[in-house]
């Protein structure tokens, strides 16, 4: 059963920075891409950016340049460190196996305010 568990969200002032984390379990990890999404309040989730299984990595333009995804195959971890927040990041993230029928998991809670 494919399972994913986002973790590290929390409170941060803008120009701050995050890294969440992603725990995935229940299919083979290494092979599989992975991307991130969020959702705002009141809005549709959205794409954030995605992950190669070789590591090659593309992002929204929202986000280029302030945000990185890496990965950890080890682990079967991804992150996705976040810099020079702004309120308009705030939202609940969420990572998952893009193209996937895979359910969501919980996802993790991003606030940017001052």
């Known amino acids: 059963q494919v399972q994913v568990a986002e973790s590290g969200g929390g409170l941060v002032r803008p120009g701050g920075s995050l890294r969440l984390s992603c725990e995935a379990s229940?299919?083979?990890?290494?092979?599989?891409?992975m991307s991130w999404y969020r959702q705002a309040p009141g809005k549709e989730r959205e794409w954030v950016g995605i992950?190669?299984?070789?590591?090659?990595?593309n992002y929204a333009d929202s986000v280029k340049g302030r945000f990185t995804i890496s990965r950890d195959n080890a682990k079967n971890t991804v992150y996705l460190q976040m810099n020079s927040l702004q309120p308009e990041d705030t939202g609940k993230y969420y990572c998952?196996?893009?193209?996937?029928?895979?359910?969501w998991g919980q996802g993790t809670q991003v606030t940017v305010s001052s």
């Open positions: 998952k196996r893009p193209t996937s029928s895979d359910n």
């Open positions: 229940g299919f083979i990890f290494s092979s599989s891409a």
């Open positions: 992950i190669g299984s070789a590591g090659g990595t």
